[in-house]
């Protein structure tokens, strides 16, 4: 059974800094890995999605990457803004039919 | 642009009123889950449709939550007698493609439900 498990569970950071978030997963046969944002009161929106063939994916100040012999995959967000605190969530198909299991999540607030 | 839309946003519930959840997936999206996600932890899975069919419901807590897509569309999650332990968020989420080997999936807003 697939496990996703997400570190640090929340982070605090003064707004410039560079992050990493981390994703595991226990069954490395995966097809792809998405990164989700969650902010408060609203959806659940998608970043970025990595194919079990990529190695990462860039979007703006976001780069996903995805060691699949690790069972990792890391989150990194550039020159940190305020605008960017929520919770971030990592997900990947098991079980069949490309239903998602999702780790707990990364809280993260960005200030001033 | 239209992306997937839920109604109603919120709905308080007294215990044992049946509830009726609607989700409207992005056009032409044949995929269609449902998900439910407690405070502080990310969501899991319910029920998977592939057009009208329910091809996956083994997330269903009980046989009190049933969920249709008549039409491959619209989707209603109802869950009938309902309990203060399923107050939750409820999210649906669409995807373009079948299920294998599987697309991005599309998340509405979803709908807090409160039962008291």
């Known amino acids: 059974k697939q496990e996703v498990t997400q570190i640090p569970a929340a982070l605090s950071v003064p707004e410039g800094e560079n992050l990493v978030l981390n994703c595991s997963f226990t069954?490395?046969?995966?097809?792809?890995l998405q990164w989700f944002r969650q902010d408060p009161g609203k959806g659940l929106t998608s970043l970025l999605l990595?194919?079990?063939?990529?190695r990462e994916q860039t979007s703006g100040r976001l780069n996903a990457s995805l060691d699949k012999s690790s069972g990792r995959s890391t989150l990194y967000i550039a020159a940190s803004q305020p605008g960017d605190s929520a919770t971030y969530l990592c997900a990947l198909p098991s079980g069949g039919y490309n239903k998602l299991i999702f780790g707990a999540g990364t809280r993260l607030a960005v200030h001033p | 642009g239209a992306g997937v839309s839920q109604s109603p946003r919120y709905k308080v519930t007294k215990r044992g009123q049946d509830v009726a959840l609607r989700c409207d997936p992005i056009?032409?999206?044949?995929?269609l889950y449902w998900y439910r996600q407690a405070l502080g932890q990310g969501p899991e899975f319910l029920t998977y449709?592939?057009?009208?069919?329910?091809?996956?419901k083994s997330g269903l807590p009980n046989d009190r939550f049933s969920a249709e897509r008549p039409e491959g569309s619209i989707s209603t999650l109802t869950i009938q007698r309902t309990e203060q332990r399923d107050s939750a968020m409820y999210r649906c989420?669409?995807?373009?493609?079948?299920?294998?080997?599987?697309?991005?999936?599309?998340f509405g807003p979803g709908t807090r439900l409160t039962v008291l």
């Open positions: 069954d490395s046969a995966i097809y792809n």
């Open positions: 056009s032409g999206h044949v995929s």
């Open positions: 449709f592939n057009y009208e069919a329910q091809q996956d």
């Open positions: 989420a669409s995807s373009l493609e079948g299920p294998y080997p599987g697309g991005e999936q599309f």
């Open positions: 990595i194919q079990s063939s990529q």
